[in-house]
């Protein structure tokens, strides 16, 4: 199961921080990762990062201004959001993959992800 939490309403260029809790059934090698939706749009991928070696992947849109990370001991992944910009308005899910061995542009794909969290809006104010 996962908790994504840490939404809500920030002025343009301010900064807010995710949080998705795991809990339930552990993996030792997989990918977790951050997308956003907005109304009448597909889901689209932000970031992403193995677990074991904390290696990350970010879309365009958002690489220089948000980083991923996670904290094994609490099981639990990070978004930090700075800079943030009207257009990063969005329904932010954080997902868990289990499978490791596609190549990285599968892990910017909703389907390849097993498990999702139920949502923390963000919304940037101009």
């Known amino acids: 199961q996962l908790q994504a939490s840490g939404g809500g309403l920030v002025q343009a260029g301010g900064s807010l921080r995710l949080s998705c809790a795991a809990s339930?059934?552990?993996?030792?090698?997989?990918?977790m990762g951050w997308f956003r939706q907005t109304p009448g749009k597909e889901r689209e991928f932000v970031a992403r990062?193995?677990?074991?070696?904390?290696?990350?992947g970010y879309a365009d849109s958002v690489r220089g201004r948000f980083d991923i990370s996670r904290d094994a001991g609490k099981n639990t992944m990070y978004l930090q959001m700075n800079s943030l910009k009207p257009e990063d308005t969005a329904l932010y899910y954080c997902?868990?993959?289990?499978?490791?061995?596609?190549?990285?542009?599968?892990?910017?794909?909703?389907?390849?992800?097993?498990?999702w969290g139920q949502g923390t809006q963000v919304t940037v104010s101009s």
């Open positions: 990062i193995r677990w074991n070696t904390g290696h990350t």
């Open positions: 997902a868990v993959a289990r499978f490791v061995g596609l190549s990285g542009y599968h892990y910017t794909l909703p389907t390849s992800y097993d498990y």
């Open positions: 339930g059934r552990a993996f030792s090698s997989h990918y």
